[in-house]
């Protein structure tokens, strides 16, 4: 059975850094591409991040480029989302995915067939 748990949302200052972690169990991690999503209330899902299933190609919006890093560490099936400089606007529920694919599709929902259930990360001073 696939699942994928987030962990490590919460409360931080603007400015401030979170780490997610996505646990994976149930497939062979490195077999796939792993994208991160958020959803702030009111608005649609965003996608964030991408990484590929070597770790050799990942991919950011925008909005996060520059801020946010995405890795992962197949041999213990988790991948993270280093999150620094944090601002208001990056307030959401974050999910990891994971694609039927090796590669990513840019920060599309593009073959993400299984999804976490979401951490709520809040950055409010």
């Known amino acids: 059975q696939v699942q994928l748990v987030e962990s490590g949302g919460g409360l931080v200052q603007p400015g401030g850094s979170l780490r997610l972690s996505c646990a994976a169990s149930?497939?062979?991690?490195?077999?796939?591409?792993i994208g991160w999503f958020r959803q702030a209330p009111g608005k649609d899902r965003e996608g964030v991040s991408c990484i590929n299933n070597s770790g050799g190609s990942t991919t950011y919006a925008d909005s996060v480029k520059g801020r946010f890093t995405i890795s992962r560490d197949n041999a213990k099936n988790t991948v993270f989302l280093q999150m620094n400089s944090l601002k208001p606007g990056d307030t959401a529920v974050y999910y990891c995915?994971?694609?039927?694919?090796?590669?990513?599709?840019?920060?599309?929902?593009?073959?993400?067939?299984?999804w976490g259930k979401g951490a709520l990360v809040t950055v409010s001073s």
């Open positions: 149930g497939f062979s991690l490195g077999n796939y591409a």
């Open positions: 995915a994971r694609s039927d694919y090796f590669s990513c599709a840019g920060t599309t929902t593009y073959g993400m067939k299984y």
